[in-house]
């Protein structure tokens, strides 16, 4: 029901954009909260940030500073954006839906930060 989508490829110091699509419904559905994760290869889960059915948004204080999510052009799509991407944002990026406490993941999608 997730669909995470993006270059697969990012060169360093351009901003890396990914949009999730959720067909499970709406973003704006209430109590409901979509959150952005990653996996750099070889290392463990990383949380980037969620955005709430009301569109507030948080994020991990070591990427707050160039990570945004929003909602997208579309009901039932958001988008991350973080700029200044290093070769340290090489992962699987991963949306993640909370219904409740409840988590539905999407597939993930490979991006590699190179020259």
């Known amino acids: 029901q997730l669909r995470e989508s993006g270059p697969g490829l990012v060169k360093p110091s351009q901003t890396l954009s990914l949009t999730c699509t959720d067909s499970?419904?709406?973003?704006?559905?209430?109590?409901?909260?979509w959150n952005w994760i990653r996996q750099p290869p070889g290392k463990g889960l990383e949380w980037v940030g969620r955005?709430?059915?009301?569109?507030?948004?948080s994020y991990n204080p070591s990427l707050k500073s160039r990570a945004s999510i929003s909602r997208g052009t579309s009901s039932n799509q958001l988008t991350l954006q973080l700029n200044s991407a290093t070769p340290e944002d090489t992962a699987v990026y991963y949306c993640?839906?909370?219904?409740?406490?409840?988590?539905?993941w999407g597939q993930g999608t490979q991006v590699a930060v190179s020259s």
């Open positions: 499970g419904g709406s973003i704006s559905t209430q109590y409901y909260f």
């Open positions: 993640v839906r909370d219904e409740w406490g409840y988590e539905f």
């Open positions: 955005i709430s059915y009301s569109g507030g948004t």
